[in-house]
């Protein structure tokens, strides 16, 4: 039973630019939600997912927007990018719970 | 007030004694909470999850929740140098569909 899966990785990107962050979540999970973590600091919850629509928001910029599939994976796109913005992106998937189970992260460095 | 507030550490235990670590919240949160444990430069990794008034134990670990003092914490019992991590305490902040706020975590480390 695959977990949540995250790519890429690790991506660098330049001031300005656009990125586009996917995710799979676990078997069986329906929900995707997206973290924000920066160094030292716990994670923020950017948005999640359910059913194809954003069903809540954090405290974010419309710069952060996202996609959800028929097959519940999704994406987190983020334009314009700041130098703020490098930090890792956590996708988390939940089933029917409030637990949330959290990928490997993506790594974003905006230089 | 901070909706989830934690001391960040680190915290230092030697082998084989008891780790507490702890988190208070503040009204903003609901009644769900859970504890992530976060190796460096990995994800967060959840290890416990609780609802209730009172204990809750899974192995070496016990998490308790008083809802009175608005308190959770984590015990980790025999702790092992492999427990060295930051410890993540997170709520469900609205009505339990799953937008987790987190505090800024605990370093915890157990030297040999």
């Known amino acids: 039973d695959a977990g949540v899966t995250q790519s890429p990785t690790h991506l660098i990107k330049t001031r300005g630019q656009q990125v586009t962050l996917r995710c799979s979540p676990k078997s069986g999970h329906d929900t995707v939600s997206w973290y924000q973590q920066a160094l030292g600091q716990g994670p923020q919850f950017i948005f999640q997912?359910?059913?194809?629509?954003?069903?809540q928001r954090g405290n974010f910029p419309d710069r952060f927007s996202g996609h959800q599939f028929p097959n519940y994976s999704s994406e987190l796109n983020v334009n314009a990018l700041l130098l703020g913005d490098s930090a890792l992106y956590l996708c988390?998937?939940?089933?029917?719970?409030?637990?949330?189970?959290f990928g490997q992260g993506t790594r974003l460095t905006v230089v | 007030q901070k909706e989830v507030e934690q001391n960040s550490g680190p915290l230092s235990v030697p082998e084989g004694a008891i780790a507490s670590l702890n988190c208070t919240y503040s009204?903003?949160?609901?009644?769900?909470f859970f504890w992530y444990r976060q190796y460096s430069g990995k994800s967060p990794e959840l290890i416990m999850s609780i609802y209730s008034n009172g204990d809750k134990e899974d192995g070496r670990f016990t998490a308790q929740l008083n809802k009175a003092s608005q308190y959770v914490s984590l015990l980790i019992r025999d702790s092992q140098p492999s427990d060295s991590a930051t410890y993540l305490c997170?709520?469900?902040?609205?009505?339990?569909?799953?937008?987790?706020?987190f505090g800024q975590g605990t370093t915890l480390q157990v030297k040999p």
């Open positions: 997170a709520a469900d902040s609205s009505g339990n569909t799953g937008k987790l706020i």
């Open positions: 009204d903003r949160v609901s009644q769900s």
């Open positions: 997912y359910y059913e194809e629509e954003e069903r």
């Open positions: 988390a998937s939940l089933g029917g719970t409030t637990e949330a189970f």
